[in-house]
């Protein structure tokens, strides 16, 4: 009788052991529905645009899907939680949580970065040091992208916050490869690490002052 309660106790816990290493944790969720190979975590969108191409793929047969909006005043989430719609209002960050679960028992989570900026006139500007980091979203905890060298020169697209949405070019240092292995010259770098040459200024006649000098005084003319 000892040997039968023995034998059961030790195929109930054998069950629970498969049981537990059947089910896993996913940890990579949401991709670009255009490439499914392509893991999102982090997207920068102009104020008043939609993103439509996040898509839930994962493994095995999904049961439930459910999205949380960490400040719903930056970004509006409608449609499908297989493929949900996303409208920028304004400018800002905002991380989004998919939470999912499926019929083999696997659940998880992962967080997509939004960051959201008003547009500028395509600047061009250059780094004023030589520690200035590109980061993939508007955020200090963001991942970084690459260190840029003193002069590296870019276009500004936009702002968010402290930080300039920026577009890489070609300059006298050639063309600059983040360390990343992502095929995008995109990012976000500090404002405090740029320069913005001046190319011209625009005066106002009415409030252009002439200073004459006459018998050692200065007197004003208008």
């Given at each position: 009788?000892?040997?039968?309660?023995?034998?059961?106790?030790?195929?109930?816990?054998?069950?629970?052991?498969?049981?537990?290493?059947?089910?896993?944790?996913?940890?990579?969720?949401?991709?670009?529905?255009?490439?499914?190979?392509?893991?999102?975590?982090?997207?920068?969108?102009?104020?008043?645009?939609?993103?439509?191409?996040?898509?839930?793929?994962?493994?095995?047969?999904?049961?439930?899907?459910?999205?949380?909006?960490?400040?719903?005043?930056?970004?509006?989430?409608?449609?499908?939680?297989?493929?949900?719609?996303?409208?920028?209002?304004?400018?800002?960050?905002?991380?989004?949580?998919?939470?999912?679960?499926?019929?083999?028992?696997?659940?998880?989570?992962?967080?997509?970065?939004?960051?959201?900026?008003?547009?500028?006139?395509?600047?061009?500007?250059?780094?004023?040091?030589?520690?200035?980091?590109?980061?993939?979203?508007?955020?200090?905890?963001?991942?970084?992208?690459?260190?840029?060298?003193?002069?590296?020169?870019?276009?500004?697209?936009?702002?968010?916050?402290?930080?300039?949405?920026?577009?890489?070019?070609?300059?006298?240092?050639?063309?600059y490869d983040f360390n990343d292995s992502v095929a995008s010259d995109y990012g976000f770098i500090l404002k405090s690490k740029v320069s913005i040459?001046?190319?011209?200024?625009?005066?106002?006649?009415?409030?252009?002052?002439?200073?004459?000098?006459?018998?050692?005084?200065?007197?004003?003319?208008?």
């Amino acid at each position: 009788m000892k040997r039968f309660i023995l034998f059961v106790l030790v195929l109930v816990i054998s069950l629970v052991s498969v049981s537990e290493m059947k089910a896993a944790s996913i940890n990579h969720i949401v991709y670009d529905k255009n490439n499914l190979n392509n893991l999102v975590e982090n997207r920068a969108m102009e104020v008043g645009s939609e993103l439509d191409y996040l898509q839930v793929n994962v493994t095995g047969t999904i049961q439930s899907v459910s999205w949380t909006n960490e400040d719903s005043s930056v970004v509006s989430i409608s449609g499908s939680n297989l493929n949900p719609l996303i409208k920028a209002k304004k400018v800002g960050t905002t991380r989004l949580k998919v939470t999912i679960t499926t019929l083999e028992g696997d659940s998880g989570s992962q967080y997509v970065l939004l960051s959201i900026y008003s547009k500028l006139n395509n600047e061009f500007a250059y780094t004023r040091t030589n520690d200035a980091i590109v980061k993939k979203g508007a955020l200090p905890s963001s991942p970084e992208r690459g260190v840029l060298p003193l002069n590296q020169s870019f276009n500004i697209l936009g702002q968010c916050g402290s930080y300039y949405y920026i577009n890489m070019v070609d300059d006298i240092n050639g063309n600059y490869d983040f360390n990343d292995s992502v095929a995008s010259d995109y990012g976000f770098i500090l404002k405090s690490k740029v320069s913005i040459p001046t190319t011209s200024y625009t005066l106002n006649k009415d409030s252009i002052s002439l200073k004459l000098k006459t018998n050692g005084s200065i007197s004003y003319s208008f």
